[in-house]
Protein backbone atom coordinates (compact mmCIF):
# COMPACT_ATOMS: atom_id res chain seq x y z
CA UNK A 1 0.00 0.00 0.00
CA UNK A 2 1.32 3.62 -0.51
CA UNK A 3 0.50 6.22 1.63
CA UNK A 4 0.47 10.13 0.77
CA UNK A 5 0.46 12.44 4.34
CA UNK A 6 -0.86 16.48 3.29
CA UNK A 7 -2.32 18.83 6.19
CA UNK A 8 0.88 19.81 7.83
CA UNK A 9 1.61 24.05 7.47
CA UNK A 10 2.97 26.26 10.28
CA UNK A 11 0.12 27.49 12.58
CA UNK A 12 0.53 29.42 16.02
CA UNK A 13 0.28 27.74 19.87
CA UNK A 14 -3.29 27.06 20.04
CA UNK A 15 -4.56 26.41 16.54
CA UNK A 16 -5.93 23.50 14.88
CA UNK A 17 -4.62 21.74 12.28
CA UNK A 18 -5.96 18.32 10.74
CA UNK A 19 -3.64 15.96 8.81
CA UNK A 20 -4.62 13.26 6.14
CA UNK A 21 -3.46 10.62 4.94
CA UNK A 22 -4.70 8.74 1.57
CA UNK A 23 -3.88 5.26 0.97
CA UNK A 24 -3.82 3.35 -2.41
CA UNK A 25 -5.04 0.09 -3.51
CA UNK A 26 -8.45 -1.65 -2.13
CA UNK A 27 -6.45 -3.60 1.15
CA UNK A 28 -7.22 -0.19 3.40
CA UNK A 29 -9.42 -2.06 5.99
CA UNK A 30 -7.05 -4.58 6.01
CA UNK A 31 -4.72 -2.05 7.34
CA UNK A 32 -4.06 -0.82 11.22
CA UNK A 33 -3.12 2.79 10.54
CA UNK A 34 -1.49 5.49 12.56
CA UNK A 35 0.48 8.50 12.86
CA UNK A 36 4.35 8.68 14.46
CA UNK A 37 6.41 12.21 14.33
CA UNK A 38 10.11 13.05 14.24
CA UNK A 39 10.99 16.30 15.56
CA UNK A 40 14.49 17.73 14.90
CA UNK A 41 17.44 16.06 16.84
CA UNK A 42 14.98 13.06 18.45
CA UNK A 43 13.47 9.70 17.56
CA UNK A 44 10.62 9.21 15.72
CA UNK A 45 7.71 8.86 18.65
CA UNK A 46 4.07 7.27 18.65
CA UNK A 47 1.26 9.59 18.44
CA UNK A 48 -2.26 7.91 17.42
CA UNK A 49 -3.31 4.30 15.63
CA UNK A 50 -6.72 3.40 14.89
CA UNK A 51 -7.86 -0.22 13.95
CA UNK A 52 -9.42 -1.69 11.04
CA UNK A 53 -13.45 -0.46 11.46
CA UNK A 54 -11.86 2.61 13.52
CA UNK A 55 -13.75 1.75 16.52
CA UNK A 56 -10.53 1.54 18.72
CA UNK A 57 -7.62 4.35 19.08
CA UNK A 58 -4.94 4.65 21.15
CA UNK A 59 -2.36 7.89 21.59
CA UNK A 60 0.63 8.96 23.23
CA UNK A 61 0.39 11.20 26.03
CA UNK A 62 1.61 13.93 25.00
CA UNK A 63 -1.28 14.26 22.75
CA UNK A 64 -4.02 12.65 24.24
CA UNK A 65 -7.16 15.25 24.81
CA UNK A 66 -5.56 16.91 22.24
CA UNK A 67 -5.57 14.88 18.80
CA UNK A 68 -8.23 12.78 17.68
CA UNK A 69 -7.35 10.14 14.61
CA UNK A 70 -10.09 8.30 12.62
CA UNK A 71 -10.49 7.13 9.45
CA UNK A 72 -13.22 6.89 5.97
CA UNK A 73 -12.79 3.51 4.55
CA UNK A 74 -14.74 4.50 2.01
CA UNK A 75 -11.96 7.08 1.52
CA UNK A 76 -9.50 4.87 1.85
CA UNK A 77 -7.82 7.94 4.35
CA UNK A 78 -6.86 7.95 7.95
CA UNK A 79 -7.11 12.10 9.67
CA UNK A 80 -5.20 13.54 12.73
CA UNK A 81 -7.06 16.34 13.52
CA UNK A 82 -4.58 18.14 15.79
CA UNK A 83 -6.49 20.56 18.67
CA UNK A 84 -4.69 23.09 20.91
CA UNK A 85 -1.38 22.99 19.24
CA UNK A 86 2.25 23.28 21.62
CA UNK A 87 5.13 24.75 19.96
CA UNK A 88 6.77 20.99 20.82
CA UNK A 89 4.39 18.96 18.85
CA UNK A 90 6.63 20.77 15.98
CA UNK A 91 7.97 17.65 14.02
CA UNK A 92 7.58 15.74 10.95
CA UNK A 93 4.41 13.89 11.13
CA UNK A 94 4.45 10.26 9.01
CA UNK A 95 1.41 7.96 8.86
CA UNK A 96 1.60 4.27 8.99
CA UNK A 97 0.16 0.98 7.97
CA UNK A 98 0.71 -2.47 9.96
CA UNK A 99 -0.99 -5.34 10.65
CA UNK A 100 -1.51 -5.44 14.58
CA UNK A 101 -3.51 -2.90 16.88
CA UNK A 102 -2.45 -0.92 18.95
CA UNK A 103 0.59 -0.11 16.41
CA UNK A 104 2.80 2.08 19.07
CA UNK A 105 5.91 1.05 17.70
CA UNK A 106 8.04 1.78 14.55
CA UNK A 107 8.28 -1.84 14.48
CA UNK A 108 5.10 -2.72 13.84
CA UNK A 109 4.32 -0.71 10.82
CA UNK A 110 4.58 -2.23 7.36
CA UNK A 111 4.54 1.09 5.01
CA UNK A 112 4.98 4.36 5.80
CA UNK A 113 3.90 7.48 3.99
CA UNK A 114 6.33 10.66 3.22
CA UNK A 115 6.12 12.82 6.18
CA UNK A 116 3.99 16.50 6.57
CA UNK A 117 6.27 18.96 8.17
CA UNK A 118 4.04 20.48 11.25
CA UNK A 119 5.87 23.76 12.61
CA UNK A 120 3.81 25.37 15.97
CA UNK A 121 5.10 29.02 16.75
CA UNK A 122 4.69 30.63 19.93
Known amino acids: VQLQASGGGLVQAGDSLRLSCAASGRTFTTYVMGWFRQAPGKEREFVST????????SYGDSVKGRFTISRDNAKNTVYLQMNRLKPEDTAVYYC????????????????WGQGTQVTVSS
Open 96 to 111: AAGRSFPMVAQKDANY
Open 50 to 57: INRVGSST
